[in-house]
């Protein structure tokens, strides 16, 4: 498609009826798109993101869990071997891969003497052969909670270490590669602060104990809390001297809830994440100051999300919010929830075909660097959300300076801006050039509860051979015009930034 075919696109996704719920009615037209001056500020750093923010979990649960939500998606059983899962697993690269969840405290390692364990919740040494064995074929950092519920009877009893003291020798001395261990799985409840700490300073001393060499030893990573700041409060003084990443858990929805789809797309429900996560980042900056900042389990309701709602393109504007949010505020791995397994999965537990939430992740990888950029707008929050950083190193490498600029509309108005406004011109440039990535429903109609997705004029989906299609952007110039209940990116390869040089 040439460029007077894609504007003519763009033009009659602004002047014609947009589908905006599943069941097929009509709102009115959208008005005309509203020029926005959009400012990014490419003289100083914001915050500083991982490379890896783009990560996903492996989970516990059982086929009978809010069926069929988890069938066969228990990483103790699920099928990891094929070529599929494989390759579109090692799309996630330099990600993470967090193996997890509530079920992660009943998980009894099958090494050494341990106490009966429950159905469907033994470890055996082979498939944790097999767990490792796929982390190293997906170039994925491998992150494995331990159960620190063994042998424990209260809030204030200590933790039985042995079977973990089995598990981590026989790790160590078989010399499989993991990035880290996690202790715990929102048990801030369950455990007191200064009883938790006690089971991680022993986690540690194993961890120095079998793997004497700091290069190759493993990092200590907790406590996957939900939302606590006043738990951290206590906690964290007492393993900083320890721990190398603080994870928390955020869930801005309720999958039970029949208003979530309606919210997804409100000011309200998005700037949740932000409140949630601002008062954490700074106990943990404050109490642990040499730590990483973790988001260790996400999506955009909790409850295994919502079908047809956390698995579809309306998810995305949680998604894209949420990812520039968690970078804005330093954090450096964004663990989503899930990559098989609930409603809110980024591959179809059944094909492994990608959901669009995928798609999503997979740019952002590729078109977002780690310094993050100041950015504002003549519009509102409510209406137009952006996140602006330096462009990954691939553009970079092209044309120093770069910068992208994330962009997600959940107004019913199309926007337009300028290239020029997006960056402080440099030596007078008024015709800057961009690169344009636009995703918008893939069925035609508009309709946001889809699992297709379109980026600019192409259906985003696998080949006959089960690989990913290109996703190339579209070169342009003039104004950049975002449609309605949109969301994307827009790369300004000339913008010159003073700190992406």
Same mark, same amino acid.
């Given at each position: 498609m040439?460029?007077?075919?894609?504007?003519?696109?763009i033009h009659?996704?602004?002047?014609?009826?947009f589908?905006?719920?599943?069941?097929?009615?009509?709102?009115?037209p959208?008005?005309?798109a509203?020029?926005?001056?959009?400012?990014?500020?490419?003289s100083a750093?914001l915050?500083t993101?991982g490379?890896?923010l783009?990560?996903?979990?492996?989970d516990?649960?059982?086929?009978n869990?809010?069926?069929?939500?988890?069938?066969?998606?228990?990483i103790?059983?699920?099928?990891?071997?094929?070529?599929?899962?494989?390759?579109?697993?090692?799309?996630l690269s330099?990600?993470h891969?967090r193996?997890g969840?509530s079920?992660?405290d009943?998980?009894i390692?099958?090494i050494?003497?341990?106490?009966p364990?429950?159905?469907?919740?033994?470890?055996?040494?082979d498939?944790?052969?097999?767990i490792v064995a796929f982390s190293?074929?997906t170039d994925?950092?491998?992150?494995?909670?331990?159960?620190?519920?063994y042998?424990?009877?209260?809030?204030?009893?200590?933790?039985?270490?042995?079977?973990?003291?089995?598990f981590?020798?026989y790790?160590?001395?078989?010399?499989l590669p993991?990035?880290?261990?996690?202790v715990c799985?929102?048990k801030?409840?369950?455990?007191h602060?200064?009883?938790?700490?006690?089971?991680?300073?022993?986690?540690?001393?194993?961890?120095?104990?079998y793997?004497?060499?700091?290069?190759?030893?493993p990092?200590?990573?907790?406590p996957?809390?939900?939302?606590?700041a006043?738990?951290?409060?206590?906690?964290?003084p007492l393993?900083a001297?320890?721990i190398?990443?603080?994870?928390v858990?955020?869930?801005?929805?309720y999958g039970?809830?029949?208003?979530l789809?309606?919210?997804?797309?409100?000011g309200q429900?998005l700037d949740?994440y932000?409140s949630?996560l601002?008062?954490?980042?700074?106990?943990?900056?404050?109490?642990?100051?040499?730590?990483?900042?973790?988001i260790g389990?996400?999506?955009?309701?909790?409850?295994?999300g919502?079908?047809?709602? $956390?698995?579809?393109?309306?998810?995305?504007?949680?998604?894209?919010d949420? *990812?520039?949010t968690?970078? #804005? %505020?330093?954090?450096q @791995?964004f663990?989503?929830q899930?990559l098989i397994?609930g409603y809110?999965?980024?591959?179809?537990r059944?094909?492994?075909?990608?959901n669009?939430?995928?798609?999503?992740?997979?740019?952002?990888?590729?078109?977002?660097?780690?310094?993050?950029?100041?950015?504002t707008?003549?519009?509102?929050?409510s209406s137009l959300r952006l996140?602006?950083?330096?462009s990954?190193?691939s553009?970079?490498?092209?044309?120093?300076?770069s910068?992208?600029?994330?962009?997600?509309?959940?107004?019913?108005?199309a926007?337009s801006?300028s290239?020029?406004?997006?960056?402080?011109r440099?030596?007078?440039?008024e015709?800057?050039?961009?690169?344009?990535?636009h995703l918008?429903?893939?069925?035609?109609?508009? $309709?946001?509860?889809?699992?297709?997705?379109?980026?600019?004029d192409?259906? *985003?989906?696998?080949?006959? #051979? %089960?690989?990913?299609p @290109?996703?190339?952007g579209?070169?342009?110039s003039?104004?950049?015009?975002?449609?309605p209940?949109s969301?994307?990116?827009?790369?300004?390869?000339d913008?010159?930034a003073?700190?992406?040089t």
């Open positions: 040439d460029h007077w075919m894609l504007n003519e696109m009659l996704l602004v002047v014609t009826t589908c905006l719920c599943e069941c097929g009615v009509l709102a009115q959208p008005p005309p509203q020029t926005v001056t959009v400012s990014v500020n490419g750093v915050a993101t490379a890896g783009f990560s996903g979990n492996f516990w649960h059982l086929n869990e809010e069926p069929p939500a988890w069938d066969n998606c228990s103790n059983i699920m099928k990891i071997n094929d070529t599929k899962t494989i390759y579109l697993a090692s799309q330099p990600g891969l193996i969840g079920e992660g009943v998980m390692y099958d050494g003497e341990h106490l364990c429950k159905p469907g919740f033994c470890l055996s040494m498939r944790w052969q097999q190293q074929e994925l950092k491998l992150v494995f909670g331990l159960n620190c519920m042998g424990r009877a209260n809030k204030s009893a200590q933790w039985d270490k042995r079977n973990s003291d089995a981590l020798q790790t160590a001395q078989h010399k993991v990035y880290g261990f996690e799985n929102e801030q409840g369950q455990v602060a200064d009883v938790m700490a006690d089971s991680y300073q022993d986690v540690h001393e194993m961890l120095v104990k793997w004497p060499d700091v290069a190759t030893r990092k200590l990573i907790g996957d809390e939900n939302p606590n006043g738990f951290l409060e206590e906690f964290l393993v001297d320890v190398d990443a603080v994870t858990h955020i869930y801005t929805g039970l809830d029949h208003n789809p309606a919210q997804i797309t409100t429900y949740k932000q949630t601002a008062p954490l980042a700074k106990v943990i900056n404050d109490k642990a100051p040499k730590a990483e900042i973790w389990e996400t999506a955009a309701a909790w409850h295994s919502q079908m047809n709602t $956390t698995n579809t393109f309306l998810s995305g504007f949680w998604y894209l949420a *990812l520039g968690a970078a #804005n %505020n330093n954090v @791995a663990c989503r899930t397994g809110y999965e980024l591959l179809n059944t094909t492994r075909d990608p669009p939430d995928f798609y999503t992740g997979l740019l952002w990888n590729k078109l977002m660097g780690t310094k993050m950029l100041h950015v707008s003549t519009v509102s929050r996140y602006a950083a330096c990954a190193a553009f970079q490498a092209k044309t120093p300076g910068v992208t600029v994330a962009f997600i509309n959940i107004a019913d108005t926007f801006a290239p020029a406004s997006l960056v402080h440099i030596d007078g440039k015709n800057l050039g961009t690169i344009e990535y918008i429903p893939g069925d035609g109609q508009m $309709t946001l509860r889809t699992t297709q997705m379109m980026l600019n192409k259906l *985003l989906e696998l080949d006959e #051979n %089960n690989k990913l @290109a996703m190339d579209l070169v342009r003039g104004p950049v015009l975002i449609a209940k969301y994307g990116f827009v790369v300004v390869p913008a010159n003073d700190v992406c």
